[in-house]
């Protein structure tokens, strides 16, 4: 996790256990409501940095060479992530579309001879889901 926060003016913040905690917290009743979270983060990595970045991973995409420099990959080292800020969280609501039980339904057919079974795969936290 971050190691800074930005404040209700912008100001930078150092994230301690306490703030890391409420954060925590918050997510999770969003997430439990149920609401889609994302959360909000920011790190400058200079072009030079990049660069260098970009040249001694050649065999990665962009995406992985930034989750290893922000240190995203499960690495332990906490100095690594003193760059990232954390910003925020949003929570969305995504609410079942009115048709969606009576398709289901519809595409299921009789309950003695389904035509589709069904199964639900998500990339939602187990909250909410």
Same mark, same amino acid.
């Given at each position: 996790? !971050?190691?800074?926060?930005?404040?209700?003016?912008? =100001? $930078?913040? @150092?994230?301690?256990?306490?703030?890391? %905690?409420?954060? *925590?917290?918050?997510?999770?009743?969003?997430a439990?409501?149920?609401?889609?979270v994302?959360?909000?983060?920011? !790190?400058?990595v200079?072009?030079?940095?990049?660069? =260098? $970045?970009? @040249?001694?991973?050649?065999?990665?995409? %962009?995406n992985? *060479?930034?989750?290893?420099?922000?240190?995203?990959?499960?690495?332990?080292?906490?100095?690594?992530?003193?760059?990232?800020?954390?910003v925020?969280?949003?929570?969305? =609501?995504?609410?079942?579309?009115?048709?969606?039980?009576? %398709?289901?339904?519809?595409?299921?057919?009789?309950?003695?001879?389904?035509?589709?079974?069904?199964?639900m795969?998500?990339?939602d936290?187990?909250?909410?889901?």
């Amino acid at each position: 996790m !971050a190691q800074f926060v930005c404040g209700p003016g912008g =100001e $930078l913040q @150092a994230l301690d256990d306490d703030a890391k %905690a409420r954060f *925590i917290q918050e997510v999770e009743t969003m997430a439990s409501t149920p609401l889609r979270v994302i959360a909000f983060a920011h !790190a400058e990595v200079s072009k030079a940095d990049w660069q =260098e $970045l970009e @040249a001694a991973n050649q065999e990665l995409s %962009a995406n992985q *060479i930034l989750k290893a420099f922000l240190n995203m990959d499960g690495g332990e080292n906490q100095e690594e992530r003193k760059h990232i800020k954390l910003v925020g969280a949003l929570g969305l =609501e995504d609410k079942v579309r009115p048709k969606a039980k009576s %398709a289901l339904k519809h595409a299921m057919g009789p309950a003695d001879d389904p035509r589709v079974t069904v199964r639900m795969l998500t990339g939602d936290s187990k909250a909410t889901a």
